[in-house]
C-alpha cells in the first residue's frame, strides 16, 4: 500500500527566508507524487507533480520539489517565502495506473512579516 | 471560467435528513471524484467515476450514494445524516491519457457541510 508521512502540521518562517516542507513516501513501486496548496476556505490547487521524469520538479508560485528515491522524500521548497504563502500545503501519492489520490495530513505554513 | 463548481457552499442540516450536494466541471474531463475533508483537514477518497461509470467506491456508509448523469456531472446524495458526516467535501476531475488516468486532479472549492 502506498502512504504519505508529512512531518510537521505546522510550519512558521519569517517573510524572505527559505521555506522547507517535508514529505516522506512508502511504496513498494515507483510512485507519483504530487503538492497541492489550499487556501483558506478554497479547493486544492495543484502546485507541482513527480510522474518518474526529472527528479527535480518545478512547480507554480516559484516552489520546487526534488524526488529522492534513496530516502524515499518529496520535500518542497521555495528559497524566499512571502506572505501570500501562507496556507495549508499537502503532499499526495498515487501509483502508476490509479486513479485515486493518497494524501498526507497537511502542514500548515504561516508566514511572518 | 470555473473549472470545477460545487453547490451549495455552505450545507446546514440537521440529523436524520437527506442532502445533496452537486458538483460540475466545464473541463471535459472523463473522471470525477468525491473527496471527505475532516475537521483534522485530513483528505480520503471516497468515489471516483469514469465516463459516469464507478471505479472506486472506498469504504464509505451506504448512506453515501454517488450519482453521475453525464460526464461533467457528478452528484453525492446523503441519507440519514449523522453528526459524524459534518466535514468539507471536495469534488475533483481529470483527464485520462488515452486510457490511463493525468494524474492531475482539478478541486472544486469545497462545500462545508454541518450536522446538528
Known amino acids: 500500500a502506498q502512504s504519505v508521512t508529512q512531518l510537521g502540521s505546522h510550519v512558521s518562517v519569517s517573510e524572505g527566508a527559505l521555506v522547507l516542507l517535508r514529505c516522506n513516501y512508502s511504496?513498494?513501486?515507483?510512485?507519483?507524487l504530487f503538492w497541492y496548496v489550499q487556501y483558506p476556505n478554497q479547493g486544492l490547487q495543484l502546485l507541482l507533480k513527480?510522474?518518474?521524469?526529472?527528479?527535480l520538479v518545478k512547480g507554480i508560485n516559484g516552489f520546487e520539489a526534488e524526488f529522492k528515491k534513496s530516502e524515499t522524500s518529496f520535500h518542497l521548497t521555495k528559497p524566499s517565502a512571502h506572505m501570500s504563502d501562507a496556507a495549508e500545503y499537502f503532499c499526495a501519492v498515487t501509483l502508476t495506473g490509479a486513479n485515486n489520490l493518497f494524501f498526507g495530513t497537511g502542514t500548515r505554513l504561516t508566514v511572518i512579516p | 471560467d470555473t473549472a470545477v463548481s460545487q453547490t451549495p457552499k455552505y450545507l446546514v442540516t440537521q440529523m436524520g435528513n437527506d442532502k445533496s450536494i452537486k458538483c460540475e466541471q466545464n473541463l471535459g474531463h472523463d473522471t470525477m471524484y468525491w473527496y471527505k475533508q475532516d475537521s483534522k483537514k485530513f483528505l480520503k477518497i471516497m468515489f471516483s467515476?469514469?465516463?459516469?461509470?464507478?471505479?472506486i467506491n472506498e469504504t464509505v456508509p451506504n448512506r453515501f450514494s454517488p450519482k453521475s448523469p453525464d460526464k461533467a456531472h457528478l452528484n453525492l446524495h446523503i441519507n440519514s445524516l449523522e453528526l459524524g458526516d459534518s466535514a468539507v467535501y471536495f469534488c475533483?476531475?481529470?483527464?485520462?491519457?488515452?486510457?490511463?488516468?493525468?494524474?492531475?486532479?482539478?478541486f472544486g472549492p469545497g462545500t462545508r457541510l454541518t450536522v446538528t
Open positions: 467515476y469514469n465516463n459516469k461509470e464507478l471505479i
Open positions: 513527480y510522474t518518474s521524469a526529472a527528479t
Open positions: 475533483a476531475s481529470s483527464q485520462d491519457l488515452g486510457g490511463r488516468p493525468s494524474y492531475e486532479q482539478y
Open positions: 511504496s513498494s513501486v515507483p510512485p507519483y
